[in-house]
C-alpha cells in the first residue's frame, strides 16, 4: 500500500531509514584464484570482484595503477594535435587567449590550471566566468562579444562548451578562434568549434573515458608543455589542481583518474601553491589544531605541519565545499585568486572567504531542505509509487544550493528529485539528481522541447524552462520516469560487499582496505554489514548526528566499537538491537588511532525483507 512504501514520519515509523540492501554475491573460486596468483588476502579478493575485476592482470592493474600502460593522448583525443597547434601559434604571435569557466569546484580548478599553465608557457591570457545569478550555466554570447571587443583571438572554455551550439558559431562569424575543452553528455548536434576535446568522444575502453573537466584541461596543459618543452617544475602544481577537481566533481576514480589522484593525494598536502596551502589551513586538515580565527587575526601566521596524505573525503567533504559554496552563492573571482596567487596572504584572505561562505551555504541548505521537506510531504509523498519522481518547484530559494538540496532529498524518498525556483514569474531554474536505475541527462533530452537550457550527465543536470510549461514538464518526467524504474526501484540503495563481525574489524584490516583506495565514483568505499548489533550509548552530537557505542557477542565474547550516522536526528533513538551497514573510518584524536563505524543503513536485526543479491552486469540505467 501506498503509505507503506512512502509513510510519512511519525513517533512510530521515523526511526528506521527508507532503504533497500542488496547484498554481492561471493564467488569463491574466482577470490581464491586472486588469492594465490597476486597474494591478496580474501576480503580484498571479493571486494575486486564486486568491482568486476576478476582477473589477476585487471586486479594487479588496479592495486597499481602505476602499472597501467597508457596510450599518448595524441592518439587518444582526436582534435588535441588541432588544439596544440593553435595555442602554440596564439603563444608564438602573443595573441590575446580566454578561458571560459564554469563556478563549480571543476570548472573553476580548470581555469586555474589553465591560466596557471599558459602565463608559465608565455600566454596572453585571461579568463570570463559566466555568473550563475544573471547568466546561467556556459559560454553565452555576451561573453564571446565581450572577448571579441578586446580583441581576443582564442577562446578556450573548460568544463561547458559541448552543447553551446550558438555562443561558438557566433565567435567563429566573428573570427574567434574556440577550442572546447568538456566532458559533459554529447548533444545531438556538436558546436563548430576549431577542436572539442570531450573524452565522451572517445572509446568507452580508454583509461582517459572518465576525466572531469580539469582532467581534459590537465591533458592540454601537460601536453602543451611537453611539446614546448617546458614541462619542469609544472607537473606537481597542475597536479594538486586535477586531484582537488577531480574529486570535488565526483568523476570516477578509474583508469588515468585513479592513477593519477593517488599520486596527487600525495603530492596535494606538501603543495608549494599558497591556494592550496590556505585551504588546508582554513580547513583544520593539518595534525595541528589550527583555528580559523587565528587566521583571520593574524594573516601571515606560521603553517602548521601539513597531514602526510590526503583521503578522497578530505577533498570531497572539507576543501571541495568550501571551493563549490564560492561557486554557488559567491563571486568566483575569489577562488580564481586563490588557485593562481603567489601571495600567502591574499591566499589565505581568499581561504577565509571561502570558509564563512561555506558556513552561509550551509545554513542556506538546511532552511531549504526543510522546506522542501514539508511541501513534499504536504503534496507528492502520497503519489510517489506512481509518479516514481520527484518534482519541487517553490519561490525565493537561491539556485546555487539548491543541486545540494536535491541530494538530500534523493536520500530521504529515493526517487530521481528535479528541484527548482523561479526567477522572476516567468522562468524556472534548477537543478536534478538521479537514483541508478534514471539517467538524468535522458530525461532531461526527453522533455526537451519544453525546457530552455540544460545539460549534464547520468547522475545529475541543470535545466531551465518558461513556468507555464511546469505542470506538463512535470507529467513528461513522470512518463519517462515510469518506463525506467520499477516500484522495488523507489528507495535508497545499499550495495553491501560482504558481512563481518565485529572481531575482525582492527587496523590490519583497515590497512588491507587501503590497497583499493582512492575510494570514490565508481570505486566506493567497501560497505560491510554485521547483524544482531546492539547499542549500549547513542547521543545527539553537532548538528544532528548521532554517536554510538555499539556491541555484538561473538563465541560468548562480546566486542564493542564507536560509530557515527551523520545527519540522523530523525531517526533517534536507533533500536537497541539491530543489524548495520557501514563503513570503516579511521579517528584520530589527542595522538590515538582507533577504527570506528559510518553507519549508513539500519533495519531490525534479522528483517530480510528487500534483500536481493548484486549481480555482476547489474543494470543501473534505463
Given at each position: 500500500?501506498l503509505?507503506?512504501?512512502?509513510?510519512?514520519?511519525?513517533?512510530?515509523?521515523?526511526?528506521?531509514?527508507?532503504?533497500r540492501?542488496?547484498?554481492?554475491?561471493?564467488?569463491?573460486?574466482?577470490?581464491?584464484?586472486?588469492?594465490?596468483?597476486?597474494?591478496?588476502?580474501?576480503?580484498?579478493?571479493?571486494?575486486?570482484?564486486?568491482?568486476?575485476?576478476?582477473?589477476?592482470?585487471?586486479?594487479?592493474?588496479?592495486?597499481?595503477?602505476?602499472?597501467?600502460?597508457?596510450?599518448?593522448?595524441?592518439?587518444?583525443?582526436?582534435?588535441?594535435?588541432?588544439?596544440?597547434?593553435?595555442?602554440?601559434?596564439?603563444?608564438a604571435?602573443?595573441?590575446?587567449?580566454?578561458?571560459?569557466?564554469d563556478?563549480?569546484?571543476?570548472?573553476m580548478?580548470?581555469?586555474?590550471?589553465?591560466?596557471?599553465?599558459?602565463?608559465?608557457?608565455?600566454?596572453?591570457?585571461d579568463?570570463?566566468?559566466?555568473?550563475?545569478?544573471?547568466?546561467?550555466?556556459?559560454?553565452?554570447?555576451?561573453?564571446?562579444?565581450?572577448?571579441?571587443?578586446?580583441?581576443?583571438?582564442?577562446?578556450?572554455t573548460?568544463?561547458?562548451?559541448?552543447?553551446?551550439?550558438?555562443?561558438?558559431?557566433?565567435?567563429?562569424?566573428?573570427?574567434?578562434?574556440v577550442?572546447?575543452?568538456?566532458?559533459?553528455?554529447l548533444?545531438?548536434?556538436?558546436?563548430?568549434?576549431?577542436?572539442?576535446?570531450?573524452?565522451?568522444?572517445?572509446?568507452?575502453?580508454?583509461?582517459?573515458?572518465?576525466?572531469?573537466?580539469?582532467?581534459?584541461?590537465?591533458?592540454?596543459?601537460?601536453?602543451?608543455?611537453?611539446?614546448?618543452?617546458?614541462?619542469?617544475?609544472?607537473?606537481?602544481p597542475?597536479?594538486?589542481?586535477?586531484?582537488?577537481?577531480?574529486?570535488?566533481?565526483?568523476?570516477?576514480?578509474?583508469?588515468?583518474?585513479?592513477?593519477?589522484?593517488?599520486?596527487?593525494?600525495?603530492?596535494?598536502?606538501?603543495?608549494?601553491?599558497?591556494?592550496?596551502k590556505?585551504l588546508?589551513?582554513?580547513?583544520?586538515?593539518?595534525?595541528?589544531?589550527?583555528?580559523?580565527?587565528?587566521?583571520?587575526?593574524?594573516?601571515?601566521?606560521?603553517?602548521?605541519?601539513?597531514?602526510?596524505?590526503?583521503?578522497?573525503?578530505?577533498?570531497?567533504?572539507?576543501?571541495?565545499?568550501?571551493?563549490?559554496?564560492?561557486?554557488?552563492?559567491?563571486?568566483?573571482?575569489?577562488?580564481?585568486?586563490?588557485?593562481?596567487t603567489?601571495?600567502?596572504?591574499?591566499?589565505?584572505?581568499?581561504?577565509?572567504?571561502?570558509?564563512?561562505?561555506?558556513?552561509?551555504?550551509?545554513?542556506?541548505?538546511?532552511q531549504?531542505?526543510?522546506?522542501?521537506?514539508?511541501?513534499?510531504?504536504?503534496?507528492?509523498?502520497?503519489s510517489?509509487?506512481?509518479?516514481?519522481?520527484?518534482?519541487?518547484?517553490?519561490p525565493?530559494?537561491?539556485?546555487?544550493?539548491?543541486?545540494?538540496?536535491?541530494?538530500?532529498?534523493?536520500?530521504?524518498?529515493?526517487v530521481?528529485?528535479?528541484?527548482?525556483?523561479?526567477?522572476?514569474?516567468?522562468?524556472?531554474?534548477?537543478?536534478?539528481?538521479?537514483?541508478?536505475?534514471?539517467?538524468?541527462?535522458?530525461?532531461?533530452?526527453?522533455?526537451?522541447?519544453?525546457?530552455?537550457?540544460?545539460?549534464?550527465?547520468?547522475?545529475?543536470?541543470?535545466?531551465?524552462?518558461?513556468?507555464?510549461?511546469?505542470?506538463?514538464?512535470?507529467?513528461?518526467?513522470?512518463?519517462?520516469?515510469?518506463?525506467?524504474?520499477?516500484?522495488?526501484?523507489?528507495?535508497?540503495?545499499?550495495?553491501?560487499?560482504?558481512?563481518?563481525?565485529?572481531?575482525?574489524?582492527?587496523?590490519?584490516?583497515?590497512?588491507?582496505?587501503?590497497?583499493?583506495?582512492?575510494?570514490?565514483?565508481?570505486?566506493?568505499?567497501?560497505?560491510?554489514?554485521?547483524?544482531?548489533?546492539?547499542?549500549?550509548?547513542?547521543?545527539?552530537?553537532?548538528?544532528?548526528?548521532?554517536?554510538?557505542?555499539?556491541?555484538?557477542?561473538?563465541?560468548?565474547?562480546?566486542?564493542?566499537?564507536?560509530?557515527?550516522?551523520?545527519?540522523?536526528?530523525?531517526?533517534?533513538?536507533l533500536?537497541?538491537?539491530?543489524?548495520?551497514?557501514?563503513?570503516?573510518?579511521?579517528?584520530?584524536?589527542?595522538g590515538?588511532?582507533?577504527?570506528?563505524?559510518?553507519?549508513?543503513?539500519?533495519?531490525?536485526?534479522?528483517?530480510?525483507?528487500?534483500?536481493?543479491?548484486?549481480r555482476?552486469?547489474?543494470?543501473?540505467?534505463?
Open positions: 500500500m503509505h507503506q512504501a512512502f509513510p510519512k514520519p511519525t513517533a512510530q515509523n521515523k526511526r528506521l531509514p527508507h532503504q540492501w542488496e547484498f554481492y554475491q561471493q564467488q569463491p573460486e574466482i577470490a581464491q584464484n586472486l588469492v594465490k596468483t597476486i597474494s591478496i588476502s580474501p576480503i580484498i579478493a571479493q571486494l575486486l570482484i564486486n568491482r568486476g575485476i576478476t582477473s589477476p592482470e585487471t586486479a594487479q592493474e588496479f592495486l597499481d595503477p602505476e602499472s597501467l600502460i597508457l596510450p599518448p593522448p595524441l592518439e587518444e583525443f582526436p582534435d588535441l594535435a588541432v588544439s596544440l597547434e593553435l595555442l602554440q601559434q596564439a603563444i604571435s602573443q595573441a590575446k587567449i580566454s578561458i571560459c569557466g563556478y563549480d569546484a571543476d570548472g580548478t580548470s581555469t586555474a590550471l589553465l591560466l596557471r599553465s599558459l602565463r608559465s608557457l608565455g600566454g596572453q591570457v579568463y570570463a566566468i559566466p555568473s550563475r545569478m544573471h547568466d546561467g550555466y556556459g559560454i553565452n554570447n555576451r561573453i564571446v562579444e565581450e572577448c571579441h571587443t578586446v580583441g581576443v583571438e582564442l577562446i578556450i573548460v568544463d561547458n562548451g559541448i552543447s553551446a551550439y550558438e555562443p561558438i558559431a557566433r565567435a567563429r562569424e566573428l573570427g574567434v578562434n577550442i572546447v575543452t568538456d566532458h559533459h553528455d548533444p545531438p548536434k556538436l558546436p563548430p568549434a576549431n577542436a572539442i576535446l570531450n573524452p565522451k568522444l572517445i572509446p568507452e575502453s580508454s583509461p582517459y573515458r572518465g576525466l572531469a573537466g580539469v582532467g581534459v584541461a590537465y591533458i592540454l596543459a601537460i601536453s602543451l608543455a611537453q611539446q614546448l618543452d617546458k614541462i619542469k617544475g609544472l607537473v606537481q597542475m597536479l594538486a589542481l586535477f586531484t582537488l577537481g577531480t574529486i570535488a566533481d565526483l568523476a570516477p576514480l578509474t583508469g588515468v583518474n585513479r592513477r593519477w589522484v593517488k599520486r596527487g593525494l600525495k603530492y596535494l598536502p606538501h603543495s608549494q601553491l599558497p591556494g592550496i590556505a588546508i589551513q582554513v580547513a583544520g586538515l593539518q595534525t595541528t589544531e589550527y583555528r580559523q580565527q587565528e587566521i583571520i587575526e593574524q594573516i601571515s601566521p606560521p603553517s602548521p605541519p601539513p597531514p602526510q596524505s590526503l583521503k578522497p573525503e578530505d577533498i570531497g567533504f572539507r576543501l571541495g565545499p568550501r571551493i563549490n559554496a564560492i561557486g554557488r552563492i559567491g563571486d568566483p573571482e575569489i577562488v580564481i585568486s586563490l588557485l593562481t603567489d601571495n600567502m596572504a591574499v591566499a589565505l584572505e581568499n581561504a577565509v572567504q571561502c570558509e564563512l561562505t561555506n558556513t552561509n551555504r550551509q545554513q542556506m541548505c538546511e531549504i531542505e526543510q522546506e522542501a521537506i514539508a511541501y513534499a510531504e504536504k503534496e507528492f509523498v502520497s510517489l509509487l506512481q509518479d516514481r519522481v520527484l518534482v519541487i518547484v517553490q525565493n530559494w537561491h539556485h546555487g544550493v539548491i543541486g545540494i538540496v536535491a541530494s538530500r532529498l534523493v536520500e530521504r524518498y529515493g530521481p528529485v528535479f528541484i527548482g525556483t523561479y526567477e522572476g514569474e516567468e522562468q524556472i531554474r534548477g537543478s536534478a539528481r538521479g537514483i541508478p536505475e534514471f539517467n538524468v541527462f535522458a530525461a532531461l533530452q526527453y522533455s526537451h522541447d519544453l525546457l530552455g537550457k540544460f545539460g549534464g550527465h547520468k547522475a545529475a543536470g541543470g535545466f531551465s524552462l518558461p513556468a507555464k510549461n511546469l505542470l506538463t514538464w512535470r507529467s513528461r518526467l513522470c512518463e519517462f520516469a515510469n518506463q525506467c524504474l520499477q516500484p522495488q526501484h523507489l528507495k535508497p540503495l545499499l550495495k553491501i560487499d560482504a558481512q563481518i563481525h565485529f572481531h575482525q574489524i582492527n587496523h590490519q584490516l583497515y590497512q588491507q582496505l587501503n590497497s583499493l583506495h582512492p575510494c570514490g565514483v565508481e570505486n566506493r568505499d567497501p560497505l560491510f554489514y554485521t547483524s544482531h548489533v546492539r547499542v549500549l550509548e547513542q547521543r545527539i552530537v553537532g548538528k544532528g548526528h548521532i554517536k554510538l557505542t555499539l556491541s555484538q557477542t561473538v563465541n560468548d565474547q562480546q566486542y564493542q566499537i564507536k560509530a557515527i550516522a551523520w545527519r540522523w536526528r530523525e531517526y533517534f533513538p533500536p537497541s538491537l539491530m543489524d548495520i551497514a557501514y563503513k570503516l573510518r579511521e579517528n584520530n584524536f589527542n590515538s588511532t582507533t577504527i570506528e563505524l559510518e553507519l549508513l543503513g539500519i533495519r531490525p536485526a534479522n528483517d530480510l525483507s528487500g534483500d536481493t543479491t548484486v555482476q552486469n547489474y543494470q543501473s540505467s534505463c
